[in-house]
């Protein structure tokens, strides 16, 4: 796909400072409270996406493993599309509001992709990793929700953060490919009042961040 048809993708996922964000096939921590914010976000605070057609909801696009990890129960997540990419396939038809794709870059030019509001990359490891170190990256914005309590993890993300421009980006060589947003662009992006600072839950310590291309 030409980087003029990519349309605008956004990263959400929990990392620790780190950057772990799995272990044992799953999340190593259990937050409620993260994962109502998780949902909010991706299912759009508009009222209209709740049980909308394709046109008025946001779509959500997952490796094989990432949609296997997913409560039978749960799964498709409602009131989203559902895109998972699989290279070796996997058969998602029976499922309301859901596809499968061969790769990221066919998912992102589907039309559930073109017909929706918002995209989101929610995991796992290899599709994030496939998005950020593109050059330039297939996402334009990361809401990360920073762990700062210490969790083994034997899964990472990429350090994106630090990401410098490589050669080949004109005049952008050695310039930061990432900025931190303020709290306001975060809550102007999701639509919603977020809880600014350190969160507490549980034995957990985290916060809400968003990473723009700078």
Known sequence: ??????????????ATLSNGIGKDGGLPWRLPGEMKYFQKVTVGAHPSAQGGAASTQNAVIMGRKTWESIPTKFRPLANRQNLVVSRKGIDVSSEPSSSSHSS?????????????????LIGGAQLYS???????????????????????C???????????????????????????????ELEEYV?????????????????FEMWVLA
């Open 1 to 14: 796909m030409s980087t003029s048809a990519r349309p605008s993708v956004t990263a959400i996922v929990a």
């Open 104 to 120: 990221l870059s066919e998912a992102l030019s589907s039309p559930s992709s073109s017909a929706s509001q918002k995209i989101f």
């Open 130 to 152: 496939e998005a950020l170190t593109a050059s330039p990256p297939m996402v334009d914005r990361v809401l990360l929700t920073r762990i700062t309590t210490d969790v083994e």
């Open 154 to 184: 034997d899964t990472f993300l990429d350090d994106f953060t630090s990401r410098t421009a490589e050669n080949g980006e004109e005049g952008r060589e050695g310039k930061k490919v990432w900025r931190i947003a303020s709290h306001k």
């Open 191 to 207: 639509g919603f009042e977020v809880k600014e600072g350190e969160v507490e839950e549980k034995e957990f310590k985290y916060r």
